[in-house]
């Protein structure tokens, strides 16, 4: 049993989940994003669960996960993530990088992707229905617009 700051907190999937909130609307838009006010992931559950996300520009000490919703699907989750950076090594400000990651059933991910961070500088706005797993993105500081689909294997494409 893996335990994190002394507490009996086991790190599971199931565990994990909880951090979050249950996506419940037919649409999809920044407010997916929003968080529950103890919501910051402990490290254990950021060293088991998005080990594969965890690269990026902000020195490792100045860098914190925050849990917000996630979608559940027949055959995958869909986890919606802020990566926050209060320190980069690269001269931004400070900043949340919005992520949305996919797991199977058994916690293992599938495959995950930023949409994008928001700062002081830059941002952007997110768009989609639940349903159709099709994620609009624009980047209004350079007005660019992307698309993302979730295919039915829980793969970000």
Not at 59 to 80: G, H, R, S, T
Request: glycine share 4%; charged share 30%.
């Amino acid at each position: 049993e893996q335990k994190q700051n002394g507490s009996s907190e086991e790190v599971t999937f199931t565990n994990y989940l909880k951090y979050f909130g249950l996506w419940d609307k037919p649409y999809i838009d920044d407010s997916i994003y929003k968080h529950k006010e103890k919501s910051e992931l402990p490290h254990s559950f950021v060293t088991a669960f998005l080990s594969s996300a965890q690269e990026c520009d902000c020195w490792p000490k100045n860098i914190y996960w925050q849990a917000c919703n996630y979608i559940e699907k027949e055959n995958f989750y869909i986890l919606f993530v802020l990566r926050c950076c209060d320190f980069s090594k690269n001269p931004e400000p400070r900043y949340a990088e919005k992520l949305i990651l996919t797991y199977d059933k058994t916690g293992k991910m599938i495959d995950f992707r930023s949409l994008g961070k928001s700062s002081e500088k830059e941002g952007n706005k997110i768009e989609a229905e639940s349903n159709s797993l099709h994620i609009g993105v624009t980047e209004y500081n350079i007005k660019k617009y992307r698309e993302y689909t979730v295919d039915l294997n829980g793969k970000i494409n």
